[in-house]
């Protein structure tokens, strides 16, 4: 079946960096984009960013422009969402899910990888 | 970008209740909308895709409607499992956004 499976829990100290993967199984890696959503504990869902495996192209939100990078392997499948400069806001629970050309919601969903900004 | 405004925030309900929420886009997105269901502590569910086409294997129970700027998620008889908070999504144009989400609670 279609699955995305994400990094585990990270502790980082504002100004630093996190890299978070997302290993996708069950289809063809490159056939579809990759998006990356956050959501901050009691907080909404926001979006970050998408990523095409096949070209490399990219697009993030304004918020995130010069502190993002999506970036993948294509050897294994993998997807990953760089974030730096981390501040305490950046805090949350950060997912990644898949969307293709003709399917443009999202589905399916990673299952989180939860990052926490403090010193 | 499209903000998109859901309604109401909170939602108080009983068992076999039939209840709707509103999603509002700030500019038409046509059809291009999608409803997510999220759990504590899980990732958000595809419930609804293109306004109104149910996801495989989701109830029946659940329903969308709406093109343009309004768009509502119906839940026809509510059961215990579909306490959780909803989210609705456009994706007709990047950057994607969501609604800030309701919370469907036990009355």
């Known amino acids: 079946q279609v699955q995305l499976v994400q990094s585990g829990a990270e502790v980082k100290k504002p100004g630093a960096s996190v890299k978070v993967s997302c290993k996708a199984s069950?289809?063809?890696?490159?056939?579809?984009?990759i998006n990356w959503v956050r959501q901050a504990t009691g907080q909404g869902l926001e979006w970050m960013g998408w990523m095409n495996p096949y070209s490399g192209n990219i697009g993030y939100a304004q918020k995130f422009q010069g502190r993002v990078t999506m970036t993948r392997n294509i050897s294994i499948s993998t997807a990953y969402m760089e974030l730096s400069s981390l501040r305490s806001e950046d805090t949350a629970v950060y997912y990644c899910?898949?969307?293709?050309?003709?399917?443009?919601?999202?589905?399916?969903w990673g299952q989180g990888s939860l990052v926490t900004v403090s010193s | 970008d499209i903000q998109m405004t859901q309604s109401p925030s909170t939602l108080s309900a009983s068992v076999g209740d039939r209840v709707t929420i509103t999603c509002r886009a700030s500019?038409?997105?046509?059809?291009?909308l999608a409803w997510y269901q999220q759990k504590p502590g899980t990732a958000p569910k595809l419930l609804i895709y293109k306004a109104s086409f149910l996801e495989s294997g989701v109830p029946s129970r659940f329903s969308g409607s709406g093109s343009g700027t309004e768009f509502t998620l119906t839940i026809s008889s509510l059961q215990p499992d579909d306490f959780a908070t909803y989210y609705c999504?456009?994706?007709?144009?990047?950057?994607?956004?969501f609604g800030q989400g309701t919370k469907l609670e036990i009355k």
């Open positions: 500019q038409s997105i046509s059809t291009w």
């Open positions: 999504q456009h994706y007709n144009s990047y950057p994607y956004t």
């Open positions: 069950g289809y063809t890696f490159t056939s579809y984009d």
């Open positions: 899910a898949r969307n293709g050309q003709n399917t443009r919601w999202l589905d399916p």
